[in-house]
């Protein structure tokens, strides 16, 4: 199977910056996206970023033009750098991985644990 381990998250002040990073390992066939979710405290999980094989990114709306993900597709291994951190960017945040661990499996998301991101005001 996939296994997602992250790093990377912390207390900061706001207009502050912090990266997070996401590795891949285990038995992995092919990895189609990976990405980043939060879920800040009494908040359903959100999208975050995303970045497809094909090289096209996503960003939610409120951290357009501060957030920027990247994805190095020889190691396996998905960045965040978040830039201009405000209060309301406190969350867990999750990487996922769309994945297929063999070629008889199917495609199926991959979760890390999470790492806590605290942006004081």
């Known amino acids: 199977q996939v296994q997602l381990v992250e790093s990377g998250g912390g207390l900061v002040q706001a207009g502050g910056s912090l990266r997070l990073s996401c590795a891949a390992s285990?038995?992995?066939?092919?990895?189609?996206?990976m990405g980043w979710y939060r879920q800040g405290p009494g908040k359903q999980r959100e999208l975050v970023a995303r970045?497809?094989?094909?090289?096209?990114?996503h960003y939610t709306d409120s951290v357009k033009g501060r957030f920027t993900i990247s994805r190095d597709g020889t190691t396996n291994t998905v960045y965040l750098q978040m830039n201009s951190l405000k209060p309301e960017d406190t969350a867990v945040y999750f990487c996922?991985?769309?994945?297929?661990?063999?070629?008889?499996?199917?495609?199926?998301?991959?979760w890390g644990q999470g790492t806590q991101v605290t942006v004081s005001s």
């Open positions: 996922y991985a769309d994945a297929k661990a063999y070629t008889w499996t199917p495609w199926r998301n991959y």
């Open positions: 970045s497809i094989s094909d090289k096209t990114t």
């Open positions: 285990g038995s992995i066939f092919s990895i189609n996206a």
